[in-house]
């Protein structure tokens, strides 16, 4: 009884440390993303307004730390429109740079009415967010493109998913660079730089390429997903660092060759792919000298270009939407070693990820994300129902010898050992295995955190409606029973949240606990029926999809175990524990 004690007491406080954690840490996170997305929607129409009454040569974007002359600022207005099934934007000519661009096909929020997701800026704006690839040279070399370069290009060129644009620049030494950029349907555009040296003596040059933006995102990070720098880089495999481990100290990956660095959001993302063949050096750093920013970068070994040779450099640039099925395509289409890493499959990958591929196959087949999360649970308690099995069995089999158990007790009073062996032999004969009802439960773990990881990371859950009042499957059921679930005209506090799905789960969770006997000490039982009610309040703030998961599973489990207990000839408690809770007990006499 003791053990039993401090076991429930230990589940006592483990449920109060996550209502804390709930409470003190997520739900001041919460408010503080909501208040940051009202003021940043409230920024995006200031600048609206204010980029009105602009010239075009003052919307122009300046290279990061530069002062833009006279002639510059006018060549930075000069743009190539960019205008795919999945993109638009420009291309900037001053550094060729890709500062401009938006995603077509996802929305700031549910509403199909609101902007479509920004993902790169200029660097004249706040939230600047931009890739460019370029060139570092000696004096012998004369200039080379960067930053400040300005390109030239065709008369009204525009890039599309079926006409690449060539961009020229010669410098005063003889060396033309002729830069062609393409773009698939989706995310990837393909960089192609031909070096041409017609001038009298050798030129060496680096290539170089960085990922460079001003701000953190404003959604908080969690333990549950990477956001921040990213990258599969020689020998030191995947690297995962976040915002503020490099602010402290830049992270520099020995030098290698091949591979891919960048900068990951939850849902989007910004990499290169180097020129494969040549070795480079990497970098994670932070920079605070004039504009603060956080810049993923490379920097080749100088390649040398004869007089009257040429040489070939071909990069990649991935911006936009961390879609499995098209992050998946550029891996194999690419050769790009492990680019699925680029979504945070997390330590379970070998799980996580058919989680998602079996997902992904009941949508395709049903059209609702919702139905898939249904199906796909039904799948995993299937391939999983002879461990359940087993530790139902082993369940029912301990209750049919309880009273055994109790009588083994009342023999041996405080004889713990002799209690222990007496009670090893009842299990002997009833051929009962005491922790064979706990293992299963333990390798089931994995499975479920996978799921709940692919629920939580994946864009296909982004936006993704299921039926009735739930739009999105990764936001909290937006119903609440503080106003009625929406009739008053107020909204609930975050800590006060409840809607009708964590209702629901918690209702389920409690005919699942129900299936059991009352635990017969006060505390245990406390904690018994307290346990819906708290989850129910720490999964109302949890995405939609994960608590409509939870709830089902409730639901099959409480059906799988009624079965496995009637095979066993064990009888069904709930329907007796529900009785016992609304039974008035009879009146003590004095």
């Not at 002639?71 to 500062?99: C, K, M």
């Not at 009415?113 to 460019?132: G, N, Q, R, V």
């Not at 990069?315 to 050769?335: C, N």
């Amino acid at each position: 009884m003791q053990n039993n004690r401090n076991y429930f007491i230990a589940i006592a406080l483990s449920v109060l440390i996550v209502l804390a954690w709930q409470f003190f840490y997520m739900n001041p996170r919460l408010e503080a993303q909501r208040r940051a997305q009202e003021a940043q929607q409230a920024q995006k129409q200031t600048q609206q307004s204010e980029q009105v009454a602009k010239t075009p040569a003052q919307t122009a974007a300046s290279p990061a730390g530069a002062t833009p002359s006279g002639v510059e600022a006018q060549a930075q207005a000069a743009r190539v429109q960019i205008d795919t099934p999945a993109l638009a934007g420009s291309i900037n000519l001053a550094g060729a740079r890709l500062d401009d661009l938006k995603l077509k096909g996802y929305h700031e929020t549910v509403d199909k009415t609101s902007p479509i997701i920004t993902l790169f800026s200029p660097a004249d704006t706040k939230d600047a967010y931009f890739s460019e690839i370029g060139y570092i040279g000696d004096a012998s070399t004369g200039s080379v493109p960067s930053s400040a370069t300005v390109w030239t290009a065709p008369e009204g060129a525009k890039l599309t998913d079926k006409t690449p644009v060539t961009l020229t620049y010669k410098n005063d030494k003889g060396v033309t660079f002729t830069r062609t950029i393409s773009v698939d349907d989706r995310y990837m555009f393909t960089v192609v730089d031909k070096i041409e040296n017609a001038g009298s003596a050798p030129v060496a040059l680096s290539n170089y390429g960085r990922v460079t933006r001003y701000n953190k995102p404003v959604t908080p990070s969690t333990y549950v997903l990477h956001e921040g720098f990213i990258g599969v880089i020689g020998s030191d495999g995947l690297i995962e660092s976040k915002y503020t481990a490099v602010e402290k100290e830049a992270v520099t990956p020995a030098k290698s060759s091949g591979g891919w660095l960048g900068i990951t959001d939850k849902y989007w993302a910004a990499t290169i792919v180097p020129p494969q063949q040549t070795a480079y050096d990497a970098r994670f750093s932070h920079f605070t000298d004039g504009q603060p920013r956080y810049q993923a970068d490379y920097k080749q070994d100088a390649v040398t270009v004869a007089p009257g040779q040429s040489v070939e450099l071909k990069s990649l640039v991935f911006a936009g939407a961390k879609e499995v099925p098209v992050i998946d395509r550029y891996e194999t289409q690419y050769q790009i070693p492990r680019f699925d890493r680029l979504i945070d499959w997390g330590w379970f990958y070998f799980l996580t990820k058919p989680m998602f591929k079996l997902m992904d196959f009941f949508f395709r087949y049903f059209g609702n994300f919702g139905v898939a999360i249904l199906l796909t649970t039904i799948v995993v308690k299937a391939l999983f129902f002879p461990l359940a099995s087993k530790q139902y069995a082993s369940m029912a089999n301990m209750k049919r010898v309880q009273p055994k158990m109790e009588e083994l007790k009342a023999k041996f009073g405080d004889d713990r050992m002799g209690l222990q062996q007496a009670m090893m032999q009842l299990y002997k004969e009833e051929k009962i295995n005491p922790v064979a009802g706990c293992w299963p439960i333990a390798l089931q773990i994995p499975v479920f955190f996978s799921l709940y990881k692919v629920i939580y990371i994946t864009i296909e859950m982004r936006h993704a409606p299921f039926f009735g009042w739930i739009k999105d499957l990764s936001a909290p059921d937006p119903t609440s029973i503080i106003n009625l679930f929406g009739l008053l005209p107020f909204d609930a506090p975050t800590f006060l949240h409840l809607g009708i799905w964590p209702l629901i789960m918690g209702v389920t969770m409690f005919l699942q606990m129900r299936m059991n006997p009352t635990p017969p000490d006060p505390t245990q039982a406390m904690i018994f029926n307290w346990m819906p009610l708290v989850f129910m309040f720490m999964l109302a703030s949890f995405p939609a999809g994960l608590v409509i998961y939870w709830a089902w599973n409730n639901t099959l489990s409480v059906i799988q175990q009624s079965l496995i207990m009637k095979r066993h000839g064990v009888k069904i408690e709930l329907f007796d524990n529900v009785k016992k809770m609304f039974r008035r007990k009879p009146a003590t006499s004095k």
